[in-house]
């Protein structure tokens, strides 16, 4: 399976159809009308029948269990070695579909958002044990909804004005922060509460009291993605990238881009010898790996056609124009 490629000193495994998921034993990938998991040499494992993936995707890791949302109404439990069962969450409800699902802080359950026809969200609280759904919020009107977990409360950010804090055990309102003007896109969860963007300032929500942060000299238009105290900026009309310290709001580095970045995930090079925390940009026309430990760009990707960026279980997936998707590093080669 593994095409040659060097990248950074580590080769990559090439699947010639899309790919959603992938672990150190197997991947995902998307053979329609089946999603289909196969070992590092490519052999399958096992495959299920599907709805569409299109731009439904989102995956947890939960009690030792992966959960794929592999299209609007599937969901997918699998095994550490790539055995796979479908949920059937919303299989009986008509005219809904399952927006994104959410890891939950207590042993037996998960979190999931769906949309009915009207565009109202919901969430739902969902034994995978039992496969029943033990609890529910009432409907929102929304065009817009991001949802984000800690171990105590399920945050959910409607059309980028408003946060409603919800108490993961019973899914009680706490708190509703309403903004003065619109959230920029994206948010977080760090150590002290939730954190997303607007006026140019950095804002933290932790239960009843809200913090404001003026970042200097960074003309603020999002949040990207959070690695324990380091949380990435997006600022310029996305055409830069800050590296930020969420504990002690310090801000350490810029690097400006010649196009809007469209996606930035992180993930880890692992080797026995050491691991390298990487972020990767994905712009219109390029995707750029930056080694977060010595502050630059590394490695820029321009010939590949990649329209999707993705960060699973330690390593990155990048999916092509052509339907080919390549997976850093090499399936069954990642350093123990």
């Not at 399920?154 to 019973?170: A, E, M, Q, W």
């Not at 959230?183 to 404001?212: E, M, R, T, W």
């Amino acid at each position: 399976m593994n095409n040659g490629i060097d990248f950074l000193g580590i080769e990559a495994t090439y699947v010639t159809s899309p790919t959603i998921f992938a672990t150190h034993n197997f991947f995902l990938k998307h053979a329609p009308p089946h999603i289909v998991s196969c070992d590092p040499s490519g052999k399958q494992i096992d495959k299920v029948e599907c709805d569409i993936v299109g731009e439904f995707y989102s995956y947890i890791e939960q009690d030792g269990m992966y959960f794929v949302q592999a299209g609007e109404k599937t969901v997918l439990m699998i095994d550490d070695v790539g055995n796979m069962d479908n949920l059937s969450i919303l299989a009986s409800v008509r005219g809904r579909q399952i927006v994104s699902l959410h890891r939950c802080s207590e042993p037996g359950y998960l979190f999931f958002v769906s949309r009915d026809i009207n565009g109202n969200i919901q969430i739902t609280k969902y034994s995978y044990k039992s496969r029943k759904r033990i609890l529910q919020t009432n409907f929102w009107k929304a065009n817009q909804c991001d949802v984000l977990v800690n171990d105590n409360d399920l945050f959910v950010i409607i059309d980028n004005s408003r946060v409603i804090c919800l108490g993961v055990k019973d899914l009680k309102q706490k708190t509703t922060q309403i903004a003065h003007s619109k959230f920029n896109p994206g948010s977080a969860i760090c150590n002290s509460g939730f954190v997303y963007s607007s006026d140019n300032c950095l804002h933290i929500l932790s239960g009843q009291k809200s913090q404001a942060f003026e970042v200097p000299e960074c003309e603020l238009s999002g949040v990207g993605p959070i690695n324990r105290d380091t949380l990435f900026l997006l600022g310029d009309n996305n055409q830069s990238i800050y590296r930020y310290n969420i504990k002690k709001h310090i801000l350490h580095w810029k690097l400006e881009f010649p196009e809007a970045i469209k996606q930035a995930v992180i993930w880890i090079i692992q080797t026995p010898e050491k691991s390298t925390p990487m972020l990767t940009c994905r712009t219109e026309s390029a995707v750029f790996h930056i080694n977060i430990k010595l502050n630059r760009i590394v490695h820029t990707s321009t010939s590949l056609g990649v329209y999707d960026i993705r960060a699973a279980d330690g390593y990155l997936i990048m999916n092509t124009v052509v339907a080919h998707s390549y997976i850093f590093p090499a399936i069954g080669e990642k350093g123990d």
